[in-house]
């Protein structure tokens, strides 16, 4: 099997694990944040309690909340993929080629 062939694969692996709970779920409320859970176990446990740090970005527009965690996992997924780059290339230029100068 092709490389490209086992990539794509992958791809559309992983793409089906993550929509299928979306799809078989019909209670949209499992998926609601967890700082929502929190802030609802928060005020049943302790109905006194005043937040000591108030948020340097506070928005209730969804898509502006959306839009600012897919801003932030794109910036991990940047900073992975670069670790993962840079890596690679040190890892290629100390190591050469498997069996390249060996006479047999």
């Known amino acids: 099997?092709?490389?490209?062939?086992?990539?794509v694969i992958?791809?559309?692996s992983f793409t089906a694990l993550a929509a299928f709970p979306l799809l078989?779920?019909?209670?949209?409320?499992?998926?609601?944040g967890t700082d929502d859970?929190?802030?609802k176990a928060i005020q049943t446990l302790a109905p006194s309690?005043?937040?000591?740090?108030?948020s340097i970005c506070s928005t209730s527009d969804p898509v502006a909340i959306?839009?600012?965690?897919?801003i932030q996992g794109a910036i991990g997924a940047a900073f992975i993929a670069y670790y993962l780059i840079s890596s690679r290339?040190?890892?290629s230029k100390?190591?050469?080629q498997p069996g390249a100068g060996r006479a047999y």
């Open 1 to 7: 099997m092709k490389e490209r062939h086992r990539n």
């Open 10 to 12: 992958v791809v559309a």
């Open 24 to 32: 078989i779920v019909k209670q949209a409320e499992l998926f609601r």
């Open 37 to 39: 859970q929190a802030v």
């Open 49 to 54: 309690y005043v937040p000591w740090f108030q």
């Open 66 to 70: 959306t839009l600012l965690f897919t």
């Open 89 to 91: 290339r040190q890892a």
């Open 94 to 96: 100390k190591d050469p």
